[in-house]
Nanobody, 125 residues
Framework: QVQLVESGGRLVQAGGSLTLSCAASGRAFSTYITGWFRQAPGKERDFVAR????????DYADSVKGRFTISRDNARNTVSLQMNSLKPEDTAVYYC??????????????????WGQGTQVTVSS
């Protein structure tokens, strides 16, 4: 069982930066793939980024590539999402999720069994 709690979401101006954190508890979190997803009002939950248990493999959605960076600290059971050059279209509720998926399966929210409650990011123009 893994419990996840996100923090760091707030209102920020376009072009600004923000770091989201995901604090995990539970056994063997360091063995899980961790992903960030986001969901805007009236839209589906979309993949943003994911990181392997070792941190050696990272994938990003095309829309955030070059602007967002995912990282993890297994000693502290935390995963972070550094977001730079924010745009109004980045506005959404951001969720942290954990899975034991592999490969492209890790891009789908349906393959994640553990979720946080979400944190709101609002980017004003």
């Amino acid at each position: 069982q893994v419990q996840l709690v996100e923090s760091g979401g707030r209102l920020v101006q376009a072009g600004g930066s923000l770091t989201l954190s995901c604090a995990a508890s539970g056994r063997a979190f360091s063995t899980y793939i961790t992903g960030w997803f986001r969901q805007a009002p009236g839209k589906e939950r979309d993949f943003v980024a994911r990181i392997s248990w070792s941190g050696g493999v990272r994938d990003y959605a095309d829309s955030v590539k070059g602007r967002f960076t995912i990282s993890r600290d297994n000693a502290r059971n935390t995963v972070s999402l550094q977001m730079n050059s924010l745009k109004p279209e980045d506005t959404a509720v951001y969720y942290c999720a954990a899975s034991q998926c592999a490969g492209n399966n890790c891009l789908s929210p349906g393959n994640y069994g553990y979720w946080g409650q979400g944190t709101q990011v609002t980017v004003s123009s």
